[in-house]
């Protein structure tokens, strides 16, 4: 069946804002450098008032990787909860400008709208505190059936998995998805994410995934191992297509009997890692909508991958499409 959009995404509707900081600064704020946690609003203006002056511009994991499809020529959309406040209007108007179709109603005296802050030391790695706001109020009411159907891929974050109702709406999405033969895609966004909620993302992968996005950290976590090939296989084992990314050595992408080892694109400099596994899934979800085998679908994961490490924040600065018709991945 002929679909409108290429991908649709649920996540997160969130603002970021990204700067740089030393490794005093993180020891000094008592934050665990790579990590992300949940803060609530009263530390989220603490530690914005204390932080280097940084970006400000809209995120949240899934909405970067809708980004990046966009600027692939994907047709996409977008589902994710704002307040009807500054941010969430720059959120809306940002997702508006680069193509991409969100419509999801803002909440109504709820919680601000989600941000991110996001501090980079000089080696690149980030660690983030965020506070979650108005994005954790998605419920299924926000998913509607004609955007799930008319789908080829419905693409699930999976910090989404802590509140209950979003979770249902996941629930919602596949059920809608796999009843007109589109494909459910989900990336485990963090190994605490994967700490917390171990035994629902295993049902979930097992009973409603067809594709599940990974990190090392993240697949050795979700079964309990320190073996990488082990937990990959496991993971190889209970989905149809696993792609696990694993930083200057590539990415595994496992697909039944077949595996495909693919090779990080190399970069001069890497200024800021934020974003990077956001971009790889975008990357490789346009391939996969296009019909593309597995190692071009690979090659577009780091081509993004690789830009977006090579500059602040978590979207492109050139037009993917065309860095990809350059490479010769797409023409």
């Given at each position: 069946?002929?679909?409108?959009?290429?991908?649709?995404?649920?996540?997160?509707?969130?603002?970021?804002?990204?700067?740089?900081?030393?490794?005093?600064?993180?020891?000094?704020?008592?934050?665990?450098?790579?990590?992300m946690?949940?803060?609530?609003?009263?530390?989220?203006?603490?530690?914005?008032?204390?932080?280097?002056?940084?970006?400000?511009?809209?995120?949240?994991?899934?909405?970067?990787?809708?980004?990046?499809?966009?600027?692939?020529?994907?047709?996409?959309?977008?589902?994710?909860?704002?307040?009807?406040?500054?941010?969430?209007?720059?959120?809306?108007?940002?997702?508006?400008?680069?193509?991409?179709?969100?419509?999801?109603?803002?909440?109504?005296?709820?919680?601000?709208?989600?941000?991110?802050?996001?501090?980079?030391?000089?080696?690149?790695?980030?660690?983030?505190?965020?506070?979650?706001?108005?994005?954790?109020?998605?419920?299924?009411?926000?998913?509607?059936?004609?955007?799930?159907?008319?789908?080829?891929?419905?693409?699930?974050?999976?910090?989404?998995?802590?509140?209950?109702?979003?979770?249902?709406?996941?629930?919602?999405?596949?059920?809608?998805?796999?009843?007109?033969?589109?494909?459910?895609?989900?990336?485990?966004?963090?190994?605490?994410?994967?700490?917390?909620?171990?035994?629902?993302?295993?049902?979930?992968?097992?009973?409603?995934?067809?594709?599940?996005?990974?990190?090392?950290?993240e697949?050795?976590?979700?079964?309990?191992?320190?073996?990488?090939?082990?937990?990959?296989?496991?993971?190889?084992?209970?989905?149809?297509?696993?792609a696990i990314?694993?930083?200057?050595?590539g990415?595994?992408?496992?697909?039944?009997?077949?595996?495909?080892?693919?090779?990080?694109?190399?970069?001069?400099?890497?200024?800021?890692?934020?974003?990077?596994?956001?971009?790889?899934?975008?990357?490789?979800?346009?391939?996969?909508?296009?019909?593309?085998?597995?190692?071009?679908?690979?090659?577009l994961?780091?081509?993004?991958?690789?830009?977006?490490?090579t500059?602040?924040?978590?979207?492109?600065?050139v037009?993917?499409?065309?860095?990809?018709?350059?490479?010769?991945?797409?023409?």
């Amino acid at each position: 069946m002929t679909a409108q959009y290429d991908v649709a995404a649920i996540g997160n509707a969130i603002v970021d804002v990204i700067a740089p900081a030393e490794e005093g600064f993180l020891h000094a704020e008592g934050l665990v450098k790579g990590s992300m946690q949940l803060i609530d609003e009263a530390r989220g203006v603490e530690l914005y008032g204390r932080m280097a002056k940084g970006l400000e511009t809209s995120g949240g994991s899934a909405g970067n990787t809708i980004a990046g499809i966009a600027s692939l020529g994907g047709r996409a959309a977008y589902l994710g909860k704002v307040a009807p406040d500054g941010l969430g209007d720059t959120f809306a108007k940002d997702m508006r400008a680069i193509g991409v179709h969100f419509d999801t109603a803002p909440l109504q005296g709820g919680p601000a709208t989600a941000r991110c802050l996001i501090n980079v030391t000089p080696d690149g790695q980030r660690t983030m505190c965020t506070y979650l706001g108005a994005s954790t109020e998605l419920t299924p009411e926000d998913v509607p059936a004609e955007i799930v159907e008319q789908s080829a891929i419905v693409y699930l974050e999976g910090y989404l998995f802590d509140p209950s109702d979003a979770r249902r709406a996941f629930a919602k999405a596949a059920g809608l998805a796999h009843a007109s033969s589109r494909l459910i895609g989900i990336t485990l966004s963090d190994s605490f994410v994967v700490e917390r909620h171990r035994g629902e993302l295993l049902g979930f992968i097992e009973g409603q995934a067809d594709i599940v996005f990974a990190n090392e950290d993240e697949v050795k976590a979700l079964f309990q191992t320190d073996d990488f090939d082990t937990a990959a296989a496991k993971l190889g084992a209970i989905t149809k297509i696993a792609a696990i990314t694993r930083g200057e050595q590539g990415s595994l992408i496992l697909a039944g009997t077949d595996s495909h080892r693919i090779a990080a694109d190399p970069v001069d400099k890497v200024v800021d890692t934020t974003g990077a596994g956001d971009q790889y899934a975008a990357g490789f979800l346009y391939g996969l909508s296009q019909g593309l085998g597995f190692d071009i679908c690979g090659r577009l994961g780091s081509m993004a991958a690789a830009e977006v490490i090579t500059h602040y924040g978590p979207r492109p600065e050139v037009n993917l499409r065309d860095l990809a018709i350059s490479k010769g991945l797409l023409k």
